[in-house]
């Protein structure tokens, strides 16, 4: 019996890896050889009305690979019939930027028609967000498929919450197919954007026995409690960086080690084998910048679809 459970597991990691081999980062050279280029473009323009929109963009790949893969399940809206994930307590009244990328998909189709999907569409903003906001570039994999369906109880389930603690990170992270390492390095995406006070104000005032979380640097949890008052409008907004807040850099972990992560899961990631990590991506920015690289390859591999499975959306929003 043994003998056949080793089997089945060996054809399941090889169907895998052929799955993620039809990735490629030549997949639109002759179909539509400019995708990255209008991608881009479309982002920088966005960028000049709303800097925030780059951290925005990343985020949304980041939820939308986190629920059954990289497959722009996370776009889907809402129909009578159909409830998709931008309703779960991880993306709902959160999630943003869906205008942008339907602006993205409106310029690659009129370059190149019914050709790119929005799952690679996603991918590409993400690296452009990226590299427009001062981080590191990577190879993009493309030939990911859309999604016919989307999952709200895995976006429930999955994604991360801010109030998580260092293990259940880890858990979540090993949940989908990424290692420890991956989740400090992807972490280092809150080196820009922004967060709801809703997502931190826990910390503020009543963290425990009716205190602030006595982690929070005082001058830090001053300005926050200033920002996000006890019962607070909620819809407000603090930089995840205090310092640099719309660059992406190493910043991220030096706030980390002052007291200054702005959500709990930041703070967490003290605890453990990973504060290790921290310290050093806090003092090497080249390290962080060629690992991050390597983590956003490695997520953006996660259960793609490839060749005939799903479709290719015209639009964004909706099945075909």
């Not at 998709?84 to 991880?90: D, I």
């Not at 640097?217 to 995840?240: E, K, M, R, W």
């Not at 910043?251 to 990590?277: F, I, W």
Request: overall charge negative; hydrophobic content about 40%; charged content about 10%.
């Amino acid at each position: 019996m043994a003998g056949y459970e080793v089997l089945a597991t060996v054809l399941l990691t090889i169907l895998f890896r052929r799955s993620v081999a039809q990735l490629s980062p030549s997949f639109y050279n002759s179909s539509c050889p400019t995708v990255e280029t209008v991608v881009t473009n479309t982002l920088q323009q966005a960028m000049q009305s709303d800097v925030r929109i780059a951290a925005s963009l990343l985020r949304v790949h980041f939820h939308d690979c986190f629920v059954n893969g990289c497959d722009a399940s996370v776009l889907l809206d809402d129909t009578a019939n159909f409830t998709g994930e931008k309703t779960a307590a991880p993306n709902n009244a959160s999630l943003r930027g869906f205008d942008v990328i339907d602006q993205m998909k409106s310029q690659v189709d009129s370059v190149c028609n019914n050709t790119v999907s929005c799952a690679d569409i996603l991918a590409i903003a993400a690296k452009a967000a990226v590299v427009l906001s001062g981080g590191p570039s990577w190879t993009v994999q493309l030939g990911r498929r859309d999604s016919t369906t989307a999952n709200f109880s895995l976006a429930q389930a999955n994604i991360p919450p801010p109030t998580s603690t260092n293990a259940q990170l880890i858990a979540a992270y090993q949940n989908v197919g990424l290692s420890t390492q991956d989740m400090v390095v992807l972490s280092g995406a809150h080196t820009f954007g922004r967060a709801r006070c809703t997502t931190f104000s826990n910390r503020l005032f009543n963290f425990t026995n009716g205190q602030p979380d006595p982690r929070i640097n005082t001058a830090y949890l001053a300005t926050l409690q200033q920002i996000c008052p006890n019962g607070g409008n909620g819809s407000v907004v603090a930089n995840f960086d205090p310092v640099t807040q719309d660059t992406f850099d190493n910043q991220y972990y030096a706030n980390v080690l002052n007291g200054q992560g702005l959500l709990n899961s930041d703070a967490e990631l003290l605890n453990g084998t990973t504060a290790a990590l921290v310290s050093n991506f806090s003092t090497d920015q080249t390290s962080f910048f060629n690992n991050f690289a390597v983590s956003m390859v490695n997520m953006g591999n996660l259960q793609p679809l490839t060749g005939s499975q799903g479709e290719i959306r015209s639009n964004c929003r909706k099945t075909n």
